[in-house]
């Protein structure tokens, strides 16, 4: 185990479907973020919080909300995906200090499919 | 825009073997970067390189960057099937929590 959970490791929806994505890390660190790997195309940056607050969010489509309740905990909820979507989702961590931003920690990922 | 080329793109090697596998960049404001090695989900943390020149070394396996030339190799040596794996470049500017990530180089080790 990594120190940071995913849940559920695979998912099937339909498009219609509305589904959450958990992550939770157990590092005590104060940075999450979430990824997207698609087949054959480097990992994709989605999201970034720092201290709960989201601080990036890089032109990803409103079907893909996120939520930061705290530190420790990090959710992706998805509303009418497209068949495009179906991607590993992967979640990350790590420890924000002053100026500092060291290695960040990946989950197992989620294995969307998008029927 | 920050990009990050890695190659080869994949690679097939016997055990004993020695590779390098390489990693070009652009980034605005570079601050560091980093190799992780993906076996099947989960990427895992192997250096984190900012200052060029200098050694990191595990085991196995170094990492060297070059600020001014812009790339790093990561090297394996006296490989083993346990190695196989795809071995991801990324690199973050000075904002620090934004990895741009390269395509990975996909690392076959043979019996």
């Known amino acids: 185990e990594t120190g940071v959970t995913q849940t559920p490791r695979h998912l099937v929806m339909g498009m219609t479907n509305k589904k959450s994505l958990k992550c939770e890390q157990h590092?005590?660190?104060?940075?999450m973020y979430w990824y997207k790997q698609s087949a054959k195309k480097p990992l994709e940056l989605m999201f970034v919080?720092?201290?709960?607050?989201?601080?990036e969010n890089n032109s990803v489509p409103s079907r893909f909300s996120p939520e930061c309740p705290n530190s420790s905990h990090l959710f992706l909820h998805l509303h009418t995906l497209q068949p495009e979507d179906s991607a590993l989702y992967l979640c990350?961590?790590?420890?924000?200090?002053?100026?500092?931003?060291?290695?960040?920690?990946f989950g197992p990922g989620t294995r969307l499919t998008v029927l | 825009e920050d990009k990050v080329v890695q190659s080869p793109l994949s690679l097939v090697v016997h055990e004993g073997d020695t590779v390098t596998l390489n990693c070009s960049y652009e980034?605005?404001?570079?601050?560091?970067l980093l190799w992780y090695k993906q076996e099947k989900k989960a990427p895992t943390f192997l250096f984190m390189l900012?200052?060029?020149?200098i050694e990191k070394k595990s085991g196995r396996l170094s990492s060297i960057l070059d600020k001014k030339e812009l790339f790093s190799i990561l090297n394996i040596t006296a490989t083993q099937t346990g190695d196989s794996a795809i071995y991801l470049c990324?690199?973050?500017?000075?904002?620090?929590?934004?990895?741009?990530f390269g395509g990975g180089t996909r690392l076959m080790v043979k019996p």
């Open positions: 990350a961590s790590s420890l924000h200090s002053g100026d500092s931003y060291n290695e960040q920690f």
């Open positions: 590092l005590g660190h104060n940075a």
């Open positions: 919080y720092n201290f709960k607050e989201q601080t």
């Open positions: 980034v605005t404001n570079f601050r560091s």
């Open positions: 900012t200052s060029s020149g």
């Open positions: 990324a690199v973050t500017n000075n904002a620090g929590n934004m990895l741009t």
